[in-house]
């Protein structure tokens, strides 16, 4: 079976026979994959009234445990943005009624924001809808092919994971 990278390294082969382009073979299937899987997630997430974002802080607080609680570093520690895009994104939140933001009882001048009954709800609903997409993507793969791919995988991406930004 080919597929559109096929085409394309063998287009790249036949036209720049001095590079070895096989590292396309990989990555540009990676990343093709990542499209279809980024356009899976907003359907996913639309059919919950949430966006990729909202999703991302939403389902950090739900895995958090009871109470469903973090600092705002916390959080941006698990959704890798900046403290001022966090803040913004929190006060959208809160205005949603998904999160609340409560007093930090250990830290006068610090908050924790907290997930609100809608927003475990909203969480858990987008999850099982993201996970019913995601099965499809990999519908093809058996498995052990499923596994195999995760170690291959978390091979390539532990070492950007385990390194400080």
Partial sequence: ?????????????????DLDVE????????????????????????????????????TA?????????????????QTLVTSGTMTNRI????????VERLPDPSDRRGVLVRLSAEGRDRADRALAGLLVQERAIL???STAQRSELAAL???????????PH
């Avoid at 079976?1 to 026979?17: K, Q, T, Y």
């Avoid at 006060?91 to 998904?98: Q, S």
Wanted: proline content about 5%.
């Fill in 1 to 17: 079976m080919e597929d559109e990278v096929d085409r394309l390294v063998s287009a790249w082969r036949r036209e720049r026979p």
């Fill in 23 to 58: 590292p396309l073979e990989v990555l540009s299937r990676v990343s093709r994959l990542a499209r279809h899987l980024d356009r899976a997630r907003r359907i996913a997430f639309a059919e919950h009234g949430l966006e990729s974002w909202e999703f991302d802080v939403l």
């Fill in 61 to 77: 607080l739900r895995r958090a445990g009871d109470p469903y609680q973090l600092s705002p570093g916390q959080l941006l520690t």
């Fill in 91 to 98: 006060d959208r939140l809160a205005k949603k009624g998904l």
């Fill in 139 to 141: 519908v093809e793969l």
């Fill in 153 to 163: 995988l978390r091979q390539l991406t532990a070492p950007f994971d385990n390194t």
